[in-house]
């Protein structure tokens, strides 16, 4: 019998096998992705190197212009100061706003400068305890940082604002009298609790000029007045007690001494209205003897002379019937020569520039 046998074919160069050519697509890919990296790399490196470059040139031509003639110099402009930017800020988590509302050089003492602000309460959630210490005010000088402080933290700033006194859309006027060297123009307020307030400009003991504007609320208008020792300046009746009362001052009227040959004493008289827009409770209170009064051009803090025996009781709104009202008074010690008085009284707003009669 005859053996057929079959011929293997021989290999063919030029013929490749399926895995041969999968593994020979794989290293091509690989080259391709590869060459693309590099390029990548490469235009890269050629914006960066231009850049650097020209930024290069810049700086020599800077430095080329330094080194030039006094004309090249004086080409340059002048460098101007940062202009004031925020002077709202607010405090212990957003729930009081702390606004500075004039910075004024004070008639007379050039070294000395008198700082208003306003303390707001933002929410109408009880607020937790704590304290804002506006006797504690600094500043520094916005180009030397030379540190200023209160003059007398005592008798000329508000002292500390506490926070169970903030009612909501009810602002809390304070201030204090800082010692800042005649020539400084702008200073850093740092006010407890808050950043600080950058650049802040100073005015000069002539100007009024009031950093932040604010509009005039219903309660600060005017009103008619009904009685022959009713006053009619700005703001003599005011709301309170979170629109609960109504504090109507009647007169600011100068009185002798009894201790002393002097009449350094003013007896203030106010009216106190129950409006019976909400229900009072027994913490609905205006303690008329913590009434104190300030010099509108020097700043200084006028107490009670005798708050237990020239002062009226504290008055409860609870014990009023709606629409009804008392009468209270509180004697002031104020020095002779003062006219006129920015009054502070509890639970209300700051009556300005109440006139002090001399009868």
């Known amino acids: ?7 293997k074919p021989s290999p063919d160069k030029k013929t490749l096998s399926i895995p041969n050519m999968a593994q020979s697509s794989d290293r091509e890919s690989k080259t391709y992705f590869l060459l693309a990296i590099a390029l990548v790399i490469g235009i890269c490196s050629a914006i960066i190197g231009g850049l650097l470059f020209d930024q290069y040139l810049k700086l020599f031509s800077t430095t080329q212009i330094d080194k030039g003639s006094d004309r090249d110099l004086m080409s340059v402009p002048p460098a101007t100061k940062v202009p004031a930017t925020n002077l709202v800020q607010t405090a212990f988590g957003n729930q009081v706003q702390v606004t500075i509302i004039a910075v004024k050089r004070i008639p007379g003492k050039p070294d ?7 303390i707001e309460k933002l929410t109408d959630t009880p607020l937790i305890e704590g304290t804002i210490s506006i006797g504690s005010t600094m500043a520094s000088n916005s180009e030397t940082s030379e540190f200023y402080r209160a003059t007398d ?50 005015a000069a003991a002539n100007q009024f000029t009031r950093v932040v504007s604010r509009a005039a609320t219903s309660s600060e208008t005017a009103m008619q007045a009904t009685g022959s020792l009713m006053m009619q300046p700005n703001g003599l009746i005011r709301k309170a007690l979170d629109n609960k009362a109504q504090v109507q001052v009647i007169s600011a009227q100068r009185l002798n001494n009894p201790e002393l040959a002097t009449r350094n004493v003013v007896n203030v008289k106010m009216r106190i209205w129950r ?85």
């Open 1 to 7: 019998m005859t053996k057929v046998q079959i011929a």
């Open 153 to 202: 933290f005592m008798r000329r700033s508000s002292g500390r604002i506490s926070l169970s006194k903030l009612r909501q859309d009810k602002p809390i006027d304070a201030y204090v009298v800082l010692d800042v060297p005649q020539g400084v123009t702008t200073i850093d307020l740092f006010v407890d609790q808050t950043t600080p307030f950058k650049n802040v400009p100073i």
């Open 275 to 359: 409006l019976g827009t909400k229900q009072p409770n027994f913490q609905d209170v205006i303690t008329v003897s913590a009434t104190t009064a300030r010099n509108p051009e020097t700043s200084e803090t006028y107490r009670a002379f005798d708050f237990l025996n020239r002062a009226t009781n504290p008055v409860f709104l609870f014990y009023l019937r709606p629409q009804t009202y008392t009468d209270a008074y509180v004697w002031l010690q104020v020095p002779e020569g003062v006219n006129t008085l920015d009054l502070f009284i509890p639970e209300t707003g700051t009556f300005r520039n109440v006139p002090i009669s001399h009868n």
């Open 112 to 118: 000395e400068v008198n700082v208003e602000m306003q």
